[in-house]
Nanobody, 119 residues
């Protein structure tokens, strides 16, 4: 019963920056991995970045060098710093958490936050 709430989306000009936040609550473990996905109409949801419980991170090729994922375990929050934004970054961004529990794997999703990159 992990709950995830995203915030920080909005309208930004190309080349600008946004920082997305995902606040988690519930039965969260520091070893859980957390990540960001994005989706546009008619396309599958794609993984943007994720960070593990030991703070190892990975990024989609399209965002490498521009986006940075981080987490603050004290605040149960994961962030996505997005710099040098491009119109093709426009999407609904979703936060996700996954991990292992005694009963098996768990997976939680937030409701999403809209990012629009346009002049």
């Amino acid at each position: 019963q992990v709950q995830l709430v995203e915030s920080g989306g909005g309208l930004v000009q190309p080349g600008g920056s946004l920082r997305l936040s995902c606040a988690a609550s519930g039965s969260i473990l520091s070893l859980d991995s957390m990540g960001w996905y994005r989706q546009t109409p008619g396309k599958q949801r794609e993984l943007v970045a994720f960070i593990t419980g030991i703070r190892s991170s990975n990024y989609a090729d399209s965002v490498k060098g521009r986006f940075t994922i981080s987490r603050d375990n004290a605040k149960n929050t994961v962030y996505l710093q997005m710099n040098s934004l491009k119109p093709e970054d426009t999407a609904v961004y979703y936060c996700s958490l996954w991990g292992l529990r005694a009963g098996g794997q768990i997976r939680s999703w937030g409701q999403g936050t809209q990012v629009i990159v346009s002049s």
